[in-house]
């Protein structure tokens, strides 16, 4: 099981842009992926996996470990870099995402990857199965926390909210879902696509603990996520305020980044920003 | 368990042999749970809910949620049977049952209840006739059909110890058991139900039994029918059917089904790429009218006349 120590801040901090730098080369070297919705993601996986989950990367299938679920599934270049920096499996890994034959394909899969939990990539599929596994674990009166990452714009998808409306009636405290709320989607903002707001309000109806954070606040997000339900009868769902492309000046807030590839100019120009 | 009684005339719906399986199967094995779409009374399983009301997660009318429920089950160590109306289990949720299920290889038991044409008067947005095209493809999954309710009981088993997604058809139409000697449940096989030599009918589900009646009424006109109980329909035993195209040289094939990506459609793939011989496939060819079970049948000629017509058809066809 991970360990927090005193500079779990710093830790984080430092993972995190270990794994923007290395999320980019991954796209890069591909030609393909989702840039613009890692980079808003990272932080929070990184928080995750070194500040708040506990596990073991040499022993993925412990039964008290706890679950995260990347349910942004195209999202690959923050959570393949965070199951690598975590221990999951070794660098080169990375080096075959989407490469024929690669177990790091466009879109997680449980069989081919360690410390994958269950398949993702077409949208709204991750927080039904995190419903299941807090559900397992209300059964087994196991201690373990599930974890289930959306994006904003997944959540036009009908099947998060069934599974909203069944966490709330379960009032499954062990449950906590984070919205990456980047306000944009593939072609454009959420809110002049399908809008979301009030996001807040619409968990709370459904029976959920809301709290808003800055997504890349570290210190926020530990404290938010980091906390143990304790008497809470809720689940929890935390909002978190984020910005696509997070981290590269010409990535920022565009759309376009949603699955942008970068040029050998543009990756060198992000390398140097990200320092 | 006590044997499940008789509804009329030596019939009997398998329903109650699969809820009778299923609480047996839990008491032994605490891992095992049920999911349902407010389907307790239809999937029969008021009583598992008051044995084990913990175990009986209802999600209310959700199917997409009830399938990725029952991934989640499987992660945490689960064995989850998802009991709803086929219709809506294998339809609305086909996304989650092809990336949550098939593709994750989770250990997770669909139970399609009143499959077929069992809510024939309620139209073809209650039929579930398309199910087998759409799970089929879908490599992992094993499709499983069982004929009666000896069968239905020995398939739930057989699912619970297997590894690995299952779809299970269940129907609600009252079907008498086989009558088969020594009878040996063989999964993923089929089961020889009449030896023969001019022609097979390999037939599933609801049909079987009918499809024994035709065999023994084609003996008495000389004909010589070999009937398989193809219980499995994916993956399909392909040494059977090349037996059967070898040996006798024509089949028909029946099922409670569209014609199009079923049984029938796995058997033609199956002899045309490796034994081509005629290939008769009985069951439905798209949406059918609203109509009653038994009146469906008859306009489709799933029947023992019908099978008996398509059997002398596909004799006919046969290359001198």
């Known amino acids: ?275 | 368990m006590a044997a499940p009684a008789a509804k009329q005339d030596g019939y009997f719906d398998c329903r109650d042999a699969w809820a009778q399986t299923l609480e047996a199967l839990a008491e032994a094995d605490p891992r095992i749970v049920a999911v349902v779409n407010d389907s307790v009374g239809s999937s029969k399983l008021g009583g598992f809910q008051k044995r084990f009301p913990e175990r009986l997660i209802n999600v209310g009318i959700a199917e997409q949620n009830m399938v990725g429920v029952s991934a989640g089950l499987a992660n945490g160590g689960r064995i989850p049977f998802v009991s709803a109306a086929s219709c809506f289990l294998t339809g609305r949720a086909l996304e989650q049952i092809k990336a949550d299920i098939a593709y994750a290889n989770f250990n997770v038991k669909l139970v399609g209840q009143s499959s077929g044409v069992a809510y024939g008067e309620l139209g073809p947005t209650h039929h579930s006739i398309e199910d087998f095209a759409w799970l089929r493809p879908l490599g992992a999954i094993t499709v499983v059909v069982p004929s009666d309710p000896w069968e239905t009981a020995e398939v739930v088993k057989w699912a619970a110890s297997h590894e690995g997604p299952v779809y299970l058809r269940l129907s609600r139409m009252p079907v008498p058991n086989l009558d088969i000697a020594d009878r040996k449940f063989q999964p993923r096989r089929a089961e020889l139900v009449h030896q023969g030599r001019d022609v097979t009918l390999i037939a599933c589900g609801t049909m079987v039994h009918l499809a024994a009646k035709a065999a023994l009424a084609l003996t008495a006109d000389g004909i010589s029918a070999r009937v398989l109980n193809m219980a499995t329909i994916n993956p399909l035993d392909e040494a059977a059917v090349a037996a059967a195209a070898s040996e006798t040289g024509a089949i028909v094939t029946i099922e409670e089904a569209n014609i199009h990506g079923g049984l029938g459609g796995a058997v033609a793939e199956f002899t045309a790429g490796n034994l081509p011989v005629p290939v008769e496939r009985m069951g439905f060819p798209g949406f059918v009218p609203t109509g009653s079970v038994e009146w469906l049948f008859e306009h489709f000629g799933l029947t023992v006349p019908g099978i008996i017509k398509a059997a002398n058809t596909a004799i006919g066809r046969k290359r001198p």
Not at chain 1, 78 to 90: E, N
Not at chain 1, 134 to 153: C, M, N, P
Not at chain 1, 241 to 264: L, Q, Y
Request: with cysteine.
């Open chain 1, 1 to 275: 099981m991970t360990m927090l120590n005193n500079d779990t801040v710093a830790t984080i901090r430092d993972k995190a842009l270990w794994m923007r730098r290395r999320a980019f080369r991954m796209v890069f070297d591909a030609q393909l992926g989702h840039p613009g919705g890692d980079f808003s993601a990272i932080d929070i996986i990184a928080t995750l996996y070194f500040g708040v989950l506990r596990y073991d990367a040499k022993k993925p299938e412990l039964a008290e470990r706890d679950r995260f679920i990347m349910s942004k599934g195209h999202a690959t270049g923050a959570l393949y870099t965070a199951l690598c920096a975590a221990g999951y499996y070794p660098e080169d890994w990375l080096s075959t995402y989407m490469q024929p034959s690669s177990r790091l394909n466009g879109h997680p899969n449980r069989n081919y990857l360690p410390g994958v939990e269950t398949n993702t990539g077409p949208l709204g599929h991750g927080m039904p199965v995190a419903l299941g596994i807090a559900i397992a674990g209300q059964l087994a009166k196991s201690e373990y926390r599930t974890f289930v990452l959306t994006g904003d714009g997944e959540l036009q998808e009908g099947s998060n909210w069934e599974a909203a409306m069944s966490a709330g009636n379960r009032k499954l405290s062990n449950l906590t879902l984070i919205v990456d709320r980047n306000r944009l989607q593939q072609g454009m903002g959420t809110e002049e696509t399908n809008g979301l707001d009030p996001l807040d309000d619409k968990f709370r109806a459904f029976g959920w603990h809301v709290e808003i954070v800055d997504g890349h606040d570290v210190q926020a997000l530990l404290n938010v996520l980091g906390a143990a339900p304790g008497a809470r009868s809720k689940p929890l769902c935390v909002i978190a305020d984020t910005i696509k492309g997070k981290g590269v000046s010409f990535m920022e807030n565009k759309a376009s980044w949603h699955h942008g590839v970068p040029n050998a100019e543009q990756f060198d120009i992000a390398m140097k920003e990200l320092v």
